[in-house]
């Protein structure tokens, strides 16, 4: 697990455990007593008389607990929650690779949203356990057993890159209990090899390689996620070069360099494997169709994104009646960072 491993009881269908995320996120080690002292210090301590030098830690935010729960066929699944207790429920779904703590980049967005954001990490991520032979139409289950446990009726579903097609299969599975779903820039079916049009030459190969269900894909995505996990500030840059400027300059910030490297620091070690099965499964047939789809459906898109480009939001818009289809000029696939609270607003007019 990414943190160290906290005493788990057992209990029926109940959360097994409760993990407090540390401010840093800069470490999956346990902590030393002094350090966590010294980490966990008020940030008013002065020092000699002196306030203490800003650091890193000073421009992540803090973040709710995360929990564990066990699901029916006895896999955990992590998840956390920010924004107001009694706010509308949104169950947002992180992107590829990625966990719940992607989703905790702007929590003052989600408190003047007004909304209960409750971020999910996918098998294989974050604290929930990989899941051999997945189909992307088992995720609907999973997101159904959790708002069973928190006593959530119904909610919307928020997609953010790869959690794009798990919003989308959770308002095709889940029927009334979805009020809304918001995809943000989403991957659309892949089945088609023009799929990849437009993007990046690295996330080309990788999608050719999932048509082939190359088992090269999940080696390259095994050393991937340990050089991440390892060196983030390196990986990180490595990816800026590859993007659009809009893009790479958000990648840039402080504050956001901060939430992507705490997120694969504490990367799970099924991380590559996850990431492996999320392509192969996003260029496959789904499952489901699209135009099953009877819920309202909000796609926001940049017209400057590489990663997933516009015509992977144009392809969902045409197959689903009640979409609507937010396109942003010179905008790349990191859009949702200066807008998270628009569409979380959006999701829960």
Same mark, same amino acid.
């Given at each position: 697990? /990414?943190?160290?491993?906290p005493?788990?009881?057992?209990?029926r269908?109940?959360?097994?455990?409760?993990?407090?995320?540390?401010?840093?996120?800069?470490?999956?080690? /346990?902590?030393?007593?002094?350090?966590?002292?010294?980490?966990?210090?008020?940030?008013?301590?002065?020092v000699?008389?002196?306030?203490?030098?800003?650091?890193?830690? #000073?421009?992540?935010?803090?973040?709710?607990?995360?929990?564990?729960?066990?699901?029916? #066929?006895?896999?955990?699944l992590?998840?956390?929650?920010?924004g107001?207790?009694?706010?509308?429920?949104?169950?947002?779904?992180?992107? +590829?690779?990625?966990?719940?703590?992607?989703?905790?980049?702007d929590?003052?967005?989600?408190?003047?949203?007004?909304?209960?954001?409750?971020?999910?990490?996918?098998?294989?991520?974050?604290?929930?356990?990989?899941? /051999?032979?997945?189909?992307?139409?088992?995720?609907?289950?999973?997101?159904?057993?959790?708002?069973? *446990?928190?006593?959530?009726?119904?909610?919307?579903?928020?997609?953010?890159?790869?959690?794009?097609?798990?919003?989308?299969?959770?308002?095709?599975?889940?029927?009334?209990?979805?009020?809304?779903?918001? &995809?943000?820039?989403?991957?659309?079916?892949? +089945?088609? /090899?023009?799929?990849?049009?437009?993007?990046?030459?690295?996330?080309?190969?990788?999608?050719?390689?999932?048509?082939? *269900?190359?088992?090269?894909?999940?080696? &390259?995505?095994?050393?991937?996620?340990?050089?991440?996990?390892n060196?983030?500030?390196?990986?990180?840059?490595?990816?800026?070069?590859?993007?659009?400027?809009?893009?790479?300059?958000?990648?840039?910030?402080?504050d956001?360099?901060?939430?992507?490297?705490?997120?694969?620091?504490?990367?799970?070690?099924?991380?590559?494997?996850?990431?492996?099965?999320?392509?192969?499964?996003?260029?496959?047939?789904?499952?489901?169709?699209?135009?099953?789809?009877?819920?309202?459906?909000?796609?926001?898109?940049?017209?400057?994104?590489?990663?997933?480009?516009?015509?992977?939001?144009?392809?969902?818009?045409?197959?689903?009646?009640?979409?609507?289809?937010?396109?942003f000029?010179?905008?790349? *696939?990191?859009?949702?960072?200066?807008?998270?609270?628009?569409?979380?607003?959006?999701?829960?007019?």
């Open positions: 697990m /990414p943190l160290e491993d005493t788990r009881v057992v209990s269908g109940k959360p097994v455990c409760s993990v407090a995320n540390s401010v840093s996120g800069v470490s999956s080690a /346990p902590f030393s007593r002094l350090a966590r002292k010294a980490l966990f210090a008020p940030h008013s301590a002065r000699n008389g002196k306030s203490p030098p800003m650091t890193i830690l #000073d421009k992540v935010p803090t973040v709710s607990d995360s929990h564990i729960m066990t699901l029916a #066929d006895g896999r955990d992590g998840w956390l929650e920010l107001a207790a009694d706010g509308w429920p949104v169950f947002g779904f992180h992107g +590829t690779p990625g966990s719940r703590l992607q989703l905790t980049f929590e003052d967005a989600v408190r003047r949203a007004g909304v209960r954001l409750v971020a999910l990490d996918r098998p294989g991520y974050g604290l929930s356990t990989y899941q /051999p032979a997945r189909r992307l139409t088992d995720w609907p289950q999973d997101v159904a057993g959790l708002a069973d *446990h928190l006593g959530v009726d119904r909610f919307s579903v928020m997609g953010i890159s790869g959690g794009g097609p798990h919003a989308a299969v959770c308002a095709a599975m889940l029927g009334e209990r979805v009020a809304s779903a918001g &995809i943000v820039s989403g991957v659309g079916p892949m +089945t088609n /090899p023009q799929s990849s049009d437009g993007m990046t030459r690295s996330n080309r190969l990788l999608v050719s390689l999932a048509h082939r *269900h190359s088992k090269i894909l999940s080696a &390259i995505f095994e050393v991937q996620a340990h050089f991440a996990k060196w983030p500030g390196k990986a990180l840059d490595l990816v800026i070069k590859e993007l659009p400027p809009a893009d790479a300059d958000i990648l840039r910030r402080p956001v360099r901060a939430i992507f490297e705490r997120d694969v620091r504490r990367s799970s070690r099924t991380t590559g494997r996850a990431q492996a099965q999320d392509f192969v499964l996003f260029a496959s047939e789904w499952g489901f169709d699209l135009t099953s789809i009877r819920v309202p459906v909000v796609l926001w898109q940049g017209d400057a994104d590489r990663n997933v480009p516009l015509h992977h939001a144009q392809v969902m818009h045409d197959a689903i009646s009640k979409s609507v289809l937010h396109t000029a010179g905008e790349g *696939h990191f859009l949702v960072i200066n807008r998270l609270e628009e569409i979380l607003v959006g999701l829960s007019a």
